[in-house]
């Protein structure tokens, strides 16, 4: 990821390193949850976007995800 191109060409982190001046730890992520079913996965991929109101993902996956959760 290049953060010095022009920004229209920037990812999502290119554009939320430069705007909120944060960076990742590349080499030390944290495991959220771990699923071994692709369904209860994705559903639990939903819930942490939702439960960290998680920035720089732009899906819109979530909407279908109950606000109870």
Same mark, same amino acid.
């Given at each position: 990821d290049n953060?010095?191109?022009?920004?229209?060409?920037?990812?999502?982190?290119s554009k939320? #390193?430069?705007?909120? #001046?944060?960076d990742f730890d590349w080499l030390k992520p944290n495991i959220l949850h771990n699923e071994k079913y692709v369904r209860k996965r994705e559903i639990a991929e939903m819930f942490f976007i939702?439960?960290?109101?998680n920035l720089?993902?732009?899906?819109?996956?979530t909407d279908s995800l109950n606000n109870i959760y």
């Open positions: 953060i010095k191109l022009h920004e229209s060409n920037h990812s999502v982190i939320h #390193r430069l705007e909120s #001046r944060h939702k439960k960290f109101n720089i993902n732009l899906q819109k996956g």
